[in-house]
Nanobody, 120 residues
Framework: QVQLVESGGGLVQAGGSLRLSCAAS????????MSWYRQAPGKQRDLVAHITSGGSTRYTDSVKGRFTISRDNAKNTMYLQMNSLKPEDTAVYSC??????????????WGQGTQVTVSS
């Protein structure tokens, strides 16, 4: 129903920047909030940033002041601007879309993830 494709990951040096993109397609009208998560090998998947359909944002403490989440509803695309990157930011970053089904129940869709590697 909803397809999410991330892009923009890569290898950068500490202190550098990357801009991740998440392109949504399908039943995009059903998308409410969207989020970026990240998962390092052997670690759980953790929330990085969250944005509502109205543009309200939330960040995990470790990225506040360095990352900025945004969305362009006309382009059905969400972004994560990542500045002052640290080695501990290394992870697979995944896009999440929260939807509401016809019965009012929430359902989440996930992208395939994009690798971000920060070298020291």
């Amino acid at each position: 129903q909803v397809q999410l494709v991330e892009s923009g990951g890569g290898l950068v040096q500490a202190g550098g920047s990357l801009r991740l993109s998440c392109a949504a397609s399908g039943s995009i009208f059903s998308i409410n909030a969207m989020s970026w998560y990240r998962q390092a090998p052997g670690k759980q998947r953790d929330l990085v940033a969250h944005i509502t359909s109205g543009g309200s944002t939330r960040y995990t403490d470790s990225v506040k002041g360095r990352f900025t989440i945004s969305r362009d509803n006309a382009k059905n695309t969400m972004y994560l601007q990542m500045n002052s990157l640290k080695p501990e930011d290394t992870a697979v970053y995944s896009c999440n879309a929260e939807t509401t089904n016809p019965w009012g129940r929430p359902y989440d869709y996930w992208g395939q993830g994009t690798q971000v590697t920060v070298s020291s």
